[in-house]
């Protein structure tokens, strides 16, 4: 039977469960040493995968010992132990259900867009979604305690692109976490110049720790036409007689870009 069982485990962290080989009377069999003792976890109705640790190990004099097993989502669980017994029959064992809970949060991440993914948008339009980003736990658990305010920064952008400036003139945008997430819906985030941007979010942890994460890529073409502007202006001209500079006009989209098309 298990022995020790596992004691309020949280996402991502490791946790110990021993079993034991006894005798019909209960007692401990120190006989039952080298045999293959198996571990499996199950979610209540489907058997599903431990994220991390060892589950196979040889008895010891009757003890089975397993101490780095991690389950990283969150939700309810149960281990089941397998092994031959002495007349080479499979007998089996179960722990009681236990839950795991989502710990302290320990990373941030963007789920939109998430990392390596794109999102294209047109020059000088509003992000469409607008980013989102989650706090989590060692296991990827949204930590739904934080309430810590996330601050956006320019991680990349196209050459010529201010990180100091873009956004509303300013360096950084921030939004509150509501339930270890914070969406900045509403912000009005927009990208002017055609170009690759990558944003980063950064947030301070519990105990003063920062943690920051890297968004997908935000891919930026020409938006439709918005405004038309002078490359050159005219310029030598005496009345009645032609510009000796002609004008030159820009078609351009909301955000500066040249229209193409």
Known sequence: GFTTEPASPTGGVAFSVVVEARDVAGNVDSNYDGNEVTLTLS?????????????????????????????????????????????????TVQTSPFSVSAGPASSIAFTQPASGASQTETGGADLSPQPVVQITDAGGNVATGVTSVVTLFLDSAPSGVSTSTWHQGGASATMNAVSGVADFTGKGLTFATSGNYVL???????GGSTTSGTSGTYAITAGPLAQVSFQTEAAGAAGGTAFSTQPVLILQDAGGNTVTG
């Open 200 to 206: 980063r979010a950064t947030v301070t942890l519990t």
């Open 43 to 91: 979610d209540g109705s489907n058997t599903v995968s431990f994220s991390a640790g060892t589950t196979q190990v040889d008895a010891a004099s009757g003890i089975s010992s397993f101490s780095d097993l991690v389950i990283n989502t969150a939700g309810a669980y149960r281990i089941t132990a397998s092994a031959a017994d002495v007349a080479g029959s499979s007998a």
